[in-house]
């Protein structure tokens, strides 16, 4: 028998921390779940529910571990991405039919997205849940690592083969480590609302690009105060030093205001729900794994929300993960079992920090030479198949290697 409490502690029973165990209810794999906050009871979705993008990769994912049934009421599908760079030549159009596929990916609400995973997460039959509960202090040893944790109000030790932090980008595990963070203050904060337009979505996702940073106008389902088809996601990108004006404005000055950058594509913009903002920056973990432990999610890397592949990132990260877990035998934490959960992850991270910064960092340089070349390159990707076919598979999740869950298989 183990000599530890459980094979797996998950600390963070956010999106990324309850989407692990999930993966795993299947497998046998005894899981502890610690989380400080009570999980958001059911409600009654409003106007300005917020929203996540799912690439076509990530659902896979969910439906591989039975979920996306129950998503897929509050999912509204991305057919079709315009991308354009305002003021200036050039745009570009991905679309779904291209790929031989229903969609991109999705916009789901947060709220029926957590819903549908803290209820599995409280039906499983192999796993514990601590909540509340903070983790306090850990070490590892040659064959697990021991756990102090406040739960309740109550000091408790346990032991597992594996230590998963999924405590946010703050993590208090991470820095426990000490492990070095390459980070970047972009200068911008985004900020967020629902809108309605005159015009329906079509399940049109739009980016475009201005001289504060990139605009994003995202399809999303309908509300029961809105005309079918006519709410969706706003993510707009500002300077910090805009952003006290930007929230002061009232709605009708809100309203010109982002007519005026967005144009007239989507029609009028007619109403916007509540808004809220947070700073952009740029997060990358120097190392995802230390001893018997392993970093998921925004506590290893945190990006630029431009293409909306943060979230993304983060799944796969738990699609990797979850299946070396199953696949381990009896010691999940082993050294084999997180250098290979590095060397898979490694790839993708660096490749997806490295492409959202770049982007992030081109599409706001004011220099002539970049704004033509930005405008060539979108030209290019317009009219060029193997670019377009490139840029497609990679923001649907579909690029590289790709572990069982994220090809429709068991684990």
Known sequence: MNKFDYDLVISGGGLAGCSLACALANTGVRIALLEQMPFRQAQQAGYDERSIALAYGSRRIFE???????????????????????????????AATDGGHEA?????????????LA?????????????????????SEDDCVR?????????????AALLVAADGMQSTIREKLNIVVREWNYGQTALIANVTTSNPHQNVAYERFTNSGPLALLPMTD???????????????????????AMA?????????????????????????????????????????DQRVALIGNAAHTLHPVAGQGFNLGIRDVAVLAEL??????????????????RQRQH??????SFTDTVARVFSNPLPPVMLARGLGLLALDNVPGMKSFLTRRTMGLAGRLPRLARGLPL
Not at 104 to 116: M, P, R, T
Request: proline residues 2%; hydrophobic residues 40%; aromatic residues 8%.
């Open 64 to 94: 591989s571990m039975g979920l996306w049934r129950d998503m897929s009421p509050s999912a509204a599908a991305i057919k079709n991405i315009h991308i354009s760079d305002r003021g200036h030549f050039g745009a570009a159009r991905l």
């Open 104 to 116: 991109l990916g999705y916009v789901v609400e947060i709220s029926k997205l957590s819903q549908v």
């Open 119 to 139: 209820t599995r997460v409280q039906q499983q039959d192999n796993l514990d849940l601590f909540m509340p509960a903070a983790l306090d202090e850990f070490s």
């Open 147 to 159: 756990i102090v944790l406040d739960h309740d109000g109550e000091r408790r030790e346990i032991s």
């Open 223 to 245: 509300s029961a105060d809105t005309a079918a088809g006519c709410r969706r996601a706003l993510v707009w990108t500002i300077q910090d030093e805009q952003l006290d004006e």
């Open 249 to 289: 404005w009232s709605e009708q000055e809100f309203l010109s205001h982002l007519q005026q950058r967005f144009g007239f594509r989507a029609g009028c913009f007619e109403h916007v729900g509540q808004r809220q903002s947070f700073p952009l920056r740029l997060m990358m973990a120097e190392r995802s794994i």
């Open 325 to 342: 877990i199953a696949d381990s035998g009896s010691d999940p934490g082993s050294d084999d079992v997180l250098e290979s959960y590095a």
């Open 348 to 353: 993708d991270h660096r490749n997806m920090v």
